[in-house]
């Protein structure tokens, strides 16, 4: 099944977080919830054009959905479903856990839970948090992804960035303290700091060459599954702009549009992608 070119045999774990461009948190201040139903939505067109680059790469994925998009896109959904990815929750509306107490988050990631799986009629395993919002002073949330009968969390980016991320945590899969999976975004370790490497903003800011190098480190030299995580609207230039950005936020969001699908393209055929579930709940590493 996996072609020659592939230049390692390590499986990794790909995985797409369906969210629209106005969605996202750092655009938040400028956007608020209740404008989202106005907004001229691309995630269905964005969608299809990353189903048919992992169908030319005959590859699967994990796509960890908002229940806000699977209720509007229940079609889309299903599509996904039937050409064999993983549908994993994101949460309903895209609220970082830092803004949510202990029953406010409990209640958002069952209501995505149930929604994803009435639409889809597959068990959803997967959660990630949004913005990767658990950190040090909120570890209960562990506690409650076990107790909304997930099996698995990919919420930390051991990194440290001013969002986000928590740099001391294990670079790679690890029990949480209820016993929870946490599977953190891949980052690989040089002169002891951890660098991003399972993508986001730093995917679009760094030449392609420098992504394909750490991801390569993490399996030649850690010998470990990389995860790698993008949105689907980091596949669209012709986005609605939203007004009213400070320059930071705004080159985060616009860099290099232009060049994610050839480099997504590139990412494909260089390394085996598998779904979440499959590289990691199945007992031990896969290999091809
Ligand atoms: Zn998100």
Request: include cysteine; charge should be positive.
């Amino acid at each position: 099944m996996r072609e020659s070119n592939h230049q390692s045999r390590v499986v990794n774990a790909l995985t797409i977080d369906v969210e629209d461009y106005f969605q996202v948190s750092a655009l938040a201040p400028q956007v608020p919830r209740a404008s989202w139903h106005n907004r001229q939505c691309r995630v269905e067109r964005n969608i299809d054009l990353i189903l048919g680059m992992l169908s030319d790469a005959n590859s699967v994925a994990t796509f960890f959905a908002l229940g806000w998009i699977a209720e509007r896109y229940p079609q889309m959904m299903r599509h996904i479903v039937a050409q064999g990815h993983e549908i994993a929750s994101h949460g309903y509306a895209h609220h970082r856990v830092s803004e949510l107490g202990r029953d406010a988050f409990l209640a958002d990631i069952r209501l995505a839970k149930a929604v994803l799986e009435d639409v889809t009629s597959s068990e959803v395993k997967g959660y990630r948090a949004p913005s990767f919002s658990i950190g040090s002073d909120n570890q209960w949330a562990f506690d409650c992804i076990a107790e909304a009968d997930y099996r698995y969390s990919s919420s930390i980016y051991p990194v440290r960035h001013d969002h986000y991320g928590v740099p001391d945590a294990p670079r790679f899969a690890y029990a949480s303290r209820t016993g929870l999976l946490e599977i953190p975004i891949t980052t690989t370790r040089i002169l002891r700091r951890n660098l991003p490497a399972g993508g986001g903003g730093y995917f679009r800011l760094m030449p392609y060459a420098i992504s394909r190098w750490f991801i390569r480190r993490v399996n030649q030299v850690d010998r470990e599954s990389a995860v790698f995580y993008f949105h689907p609207w980091e596949l669209d230039p012709e986005q609605p702009r939203v007004p009213g950005l400070d320059a930071k936020t705004r080159f985060r969001h616009y860099v290099n549009l232009k060049h994610t699908e050839q480099r997504l393209r590139r990412l494909l055929a260089d390394f085996c992608w598998d779904r979440v579930d499959r590289v990691f709940l199945t007992g031990s590493k896969q290999w091809s």
